[in-house]
Structures are given as C-alpha cells and as structure tokens.
C-alpha cells in the first residue's frame, strides 16, 4: 500500500513538471479526402464517362484539383477517389468551399446552365448505390 502512494505522489509530481515541457505541436503532414464509391450494377461505366467528359474539364477549366482515381476490382466499392485537402483539417468548416464554387462554375459555363449542370450531376448520382468518404493524412 505504502508503495502504491509513493508511486501515485511521484506521478502526480511528475506530470506538471513534463507539462512545463511540452509545446503546442501541430502534426506535419499531407491530408486528403477519399471517397469510396459503389456503383449500381452495371452503370458504372456511364458514371466514368460523366467523371471523364464532364467534371475532370470542368476541374481544369476552374483550376480546382482533380483526383486520383483508382478503379477497384476486389471488394465492396468499384471506385476510389483522392483529393488532397490543402487546408488540412479547417477545411472541414466549409459547407461550401471556394473551390466547390469555382467547380460548379465551371459546370454551368460547360453545360450552358445551373439547370443542366445539376441535371448532369443528378444523373451521375442516380448511378451511385452507396458511397464513403473519409478523411486522412500522410505524415511529411
């Protein structure tokens, strides 16, 4: 018993001291968004030429990043995406980002309207069954 409060007490004397030591630190490291996608069956190569023929364009034309895209073959998802995320976790406090307002332009000037812009978005999402998206970080 004795022993167990000297180690409690040298603890407790120990933890402020290692406090005074430490300094704010934030993680050094890339972070990206992935989003994982499963497509209904068969429809997945009608979304890939949406991805392709419309919104890649409309990436390059609003100077917004595209993803890396990797078709799966194993698995629950036919497809996973991967943007980096240049703001790092704050860029979670957007509900709409700059970007996304620069991409959605993009798709109006290319579709010729906010009309068919979001009728050529609908029709991609109607060929998604389910998706993920999550965020991660790679250290530096």
């Known amino acids: 018993m004795v ?13 402020p001291a290692m406090a005074q030591d430490m300094q704010p630190e934030k993680r050094n490291a890339d972070y990206y968004q992935i989003v994982m996608v499963d497509f209904q069956a068969g429809k997945a190569d009608e979304a890939m030429k949406i991805v392709e023929d419309v919104f890649m364009p409309a990436a390059d034309a609003s100077g917004t990043p595209k993803p890396q895209m990797i078709r ?16 790092g976790p704050s860029a979670m406090e957007w509900s709409r980002s700059p970007e996304d307002v620069k991409w959605m332009q993009a798709m109006i000037d290319a579709t010729g309207s906010q009309e068919a812009a979001t009728a050529k978005l609908d029709e991609y999402y109607a060929y998604i069954a389910s998706s993920d998206s999550m965020i991660g970080y790679e250290s530096k």
């Open 3 to 15: 022993k167990t409060i000297l180690v409690a007490a040298a603890l407790a004397v120990g933890v």
């Open 72 to 87: 799966l073959m194993t698995g629950e998802h036919d497809l996973a995406l991967i943007w980096p995320v240049a703001e």
